[in-house]
């Protein structure tokens, strides 16, 4: 599948993608456009640091727009890596079922408006959670919906701040993101007609990372 990704900033989990279609698992896709609201975004200079095209969402509600851009790409799968706008409702139905996010919790804990960067960790740190962790879901119309593809647990550690228990996470991210989009992208998760997600995906690669 050809995939494309949206991107606000920094773009850590649009390398870790970049680095595992590139050189892990170049079979299950390719990741062809890189598109961010942000003309300024890193994310966008990692991608043409590895000869990926890109595009600036000049006007982030204007889904005809976006929808043109991804046409001209020839997006199939349309993965969000650390977008902070909210996709119009004519991307998201366009890309039903091929639409994912990464969220740093637990979903449906600690997300939707307002939850995003470190706000989500204070939150998880001031309410006394042992745990947090990493969901990736697909999209549906409100943020941090949409049916659950994988979650993966983190520690909170005693003496943590919002930016430790974030980078953390994020290292859960970046190994959890890329196994569901290649998932969804073989054919090996679907959303079905009920709204959940279906199918299997072989996380034993992630056991190292922190003990469940
Ligand atoms: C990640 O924590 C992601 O879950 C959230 O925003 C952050 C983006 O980080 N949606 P990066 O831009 O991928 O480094």
Redesign the pocket.
């Known amino acids: 599948m050809r995939i494309g990704v949206l991107?606000s900033?920094?773009?850590?989990?649009?390398q870790a993608l970049l680095d595992h279609f590139a050189h892990v698992d170049k079979d299950a896709g390719e990741i062809v456009w890189v598109g961010s609201n942000s003309a300024s975004a890193v994310?966008l200079a990692r991608a043409t640091a590895m000869d990926i095209a890109t595009g600036v969402i000049a006007d982030a509600t204007d889904g005809v727009a976006i929808l043109t851009q991804l046409a001209a790409a020839n997006v199939e799968l349309l993965v969000l890596?650390?977008y902070l706008k909210l996709v119009p409702t004519n991307v998201v139905h366009a890309f039903a079922g091929r639409l994912l996010n990464?969220?740093?919790s637990i979903l449906p804990a600690f997300g939707g408006v307002g939850m995003?960067?470190e706000r989500v960790h204070a939150a998880v740190l001031a309410s006394g959670a042992t745990q947090s962790g990493v969901t990736v879901h697909f999209v549906d119309d409100a943020f941090d919906r949409g049916a659950i593809i994988a979650q993966w647990p983190v520690p909170v550690l005693p003496n943590d701040t919002p930016s430790t228990l974030a980078a953390r996470v994020?290292r859960a991210?970046h190994a959890l993101y890329p196994l569901c989009v290649a998932a969804v992208a073989s054919g090996a998760i679907t959303l079905g007609p009920d709204g959940q997600s279906h199918g299997r995906i072989n996380l034993a690669a992630l056991d190292t990372l922190f003990t469940r």
């Open positions: 991107a900033g920094g773009g850590s989990n649009l994310a890596a650390g990464v969220h740093p995003y960067g994020l991210e």
